[in-house]
């Protein structure tokens, strides 16, 4: 396979929330032709067994190296946590970032006090791999993590400023405020929809790590670095979908601001 600077940046996650990572990359990287691909017809991946999530990710990855990418961003934290050798395998030697390393780097680079809050899915919480990517980094840091399984359903339908969210979201955080962590990662790409509703339930003086900004910060890096960076003009990204293609398009209407191409239906 013959990778270029004009080779697109492919992009997949298990549904809406790998649309984070689409707007990060496009705010910083505007030339760069996207592949995304949302795993509609299988969201939530976070309540799945780690044999599912594997295969998922194997799926997932096969459907964008059909587009001949020269980056694979894996915009989905549980994915991120117990599947990225699984991408790296499929991928055959295209560079391989995930969101869950990017977040890590940049919540310990952010931290002044070395206490650190991570929320996520359950399974990514369960896989402990923040934490070890954190003490990896910084060995003295302290971190403290809490599922939020309703978090993602709550994105997907648009609820971003509903009282029954804010009542949610506050008994999740409540939590891990008394330790007093001084920064917060946004351990699932679904939960920046919901980034405004945790910062007024945290407060001001907490850093919010939104991990999908972390890896488009990392994924300029490695392009530059391979000399990969595409200069030409900008190009709406290719949205690919497993299901409910018109749902996916109206939500990424009120997510990126601004009308849409068709969403593409692909088989898994």
């Known amino acids: ?135 990896a980094i910084d060995p003295d840091a302290e971190v403290f993590s809490s599922p939020c399984p309703l978090f993602v359903p709550l994105a997907e339908e648009g609820y971003i400023d509903h009282p029954a969210s804010g009542m949610i979201a506050r008994e999740y955080l409540e939590g891990l405020l008394v330790h007093g962590v001084d920064t917060l990662v946004l351990g699932c790409t679904h939960y920046p929809i919901l980034r405004n509703m945790i910062e007024e339930i945290v407060g001001p003086d907490i850093a919010i790590i939104d991990s999908a900004e972390a890896v488009a910060l990392r994924a300029k890096e490695v392009l530059v670095e391979n000399n990969l960076l595409n200069d030409a003009g900008s190009v709406f990204p290719h949205l690919l979908v497993s299901d409910l293609p018109q749902k996916f398009k109206t939500l990424c209407e009120l997510f990126l601001g601004r009308d849409i191409p068709d969403v593409e239906l692909v088989d898994v």
Do not use: W
């Open 1 to 135: 396979m013959t990778i270029s600077a004009s080779s697109p940046v492919g992009i997949f996650d298990s549904g809406i929330g790998g649309l984070t990572v689409v707007k990060a990359i496009q705010s910083l990287l505007p030339s760069e032709r996207i592949i995304y691909f949302g795993d509609t017809a299988r969201v939530p991946y976070g309540s799945k067994s780690q044999v599912t999530i594997r295969k998922y990710a194997q799926d997932d990855t096969a459907i964008l190296m059909k587009y001949q990418p020269k980056m694979i961003i894996v915009a989905c934290n549980t994915v991120s946590s117990l599947a990225l050798d699984v991408v790296q395998q499929v991928g055959k030697g295209v560079p391989v970032l995930g969101v869950l390393e990017a977040g890590a780097e940049l919540a310990v680079k952010h931290s002044r006090n070395n206490r650190i809050g991570v929320i996520g899915t359950r399974a990514t919480i369960a896989s402990n791999a923040y934490s070890l990517a954190i003490s």
